[in-house]
């Protein structure tokens, strides 16, 4: 097993398939991926997708249940590269954001958070009140990355597959992982895009 390990963790919100792209992306690479799960994380999966929880397990390295608080994720004593939590419901944004460790994702945030280590938030919600707002913030101020996935049309995406790589190269590259699927701004812009006709 690899040195390298990524926490990567699910909950309730929509967009379960920005985690299960980024598991399996992960498995291309040389990071040890270790899971954990909310329970509404897992009635996410099945409804969104045709996936079950067993296949999930079966593309992360290492899996957690939600309520093994005695997991070594939950200790700062567990070298880790960081976590990301994605998607990330504003009810995890805010039992992060104050300190509250109702599951072990919420425990390893905040072990991640005491620990000084690379949090990052793909907070999957909109419109944002001010509480959303004012629980980004707190969490920015203390170094953690808040990054909703808002998709670039620049790459010209041809379906979902295309958005949901381009949000899960860009998690990655907050940990310095590489991918080879996303497609990145070559600082030129194209005259017509692709499959467009000429006036």
């Not at 967009?15 to 954990?36: N, Y």
């Not at 994380?41 to 999930?56: F, G, M, R, S």
């Amino acid at each position: 097993m690899s040195n390298k390990n990524l926490i990567v963790g699910m909950t309730g919100a929509s967009g379960a398939i920005f985690g299960v792209r980024l598991l399996e992306a992960l498995r291309d690479t040389d990071v040890t991926s270790h899971l954990v799960f909310s329970k509404w994380a897992h009635q996410t999966l099945e409804h969104e997708t045709t996936l079950k929880l067993d296949d999930l397990k079966g593309l992360a390295d290492v899996y957690y249940a939600p309520g093994e608080m005695g997991a070594k994720v939950s200790s700062g004593s567990f070298i880790t590269d960081g976590m990301v939590i994605l998607p990330c419901s504003v009810k995890s944004l805010a039992a992060i954001a104050n300190g509250l460790g109702e599951h072990l994702v919420h425990r390893a945030a905040d072990v991640i958070l005491k620990e000084r280590r690379p949090l990052v938030l793909v907070v999957r919600e909109t419109p944002l009140n001010d509480i959303h707002l004012e629980n980004m913030l707190k969490l920015s101020r203390m170094g953690v990355t808040i990054m909703p996935p808002v998709p670039a049309f620049y790459n010209y995406p041809e379906n979902i597959d295309d958005i949901v790589n381009h949000i899960v190269g860009r998690v990655l590259d907050q940990f310095h992982i590489k991918c080879e699927f996303e497609k990145r701004w070559d600082g030129g812009m194209k005259t017509q895009p692709p499959g467009s006709q000429q006036p």
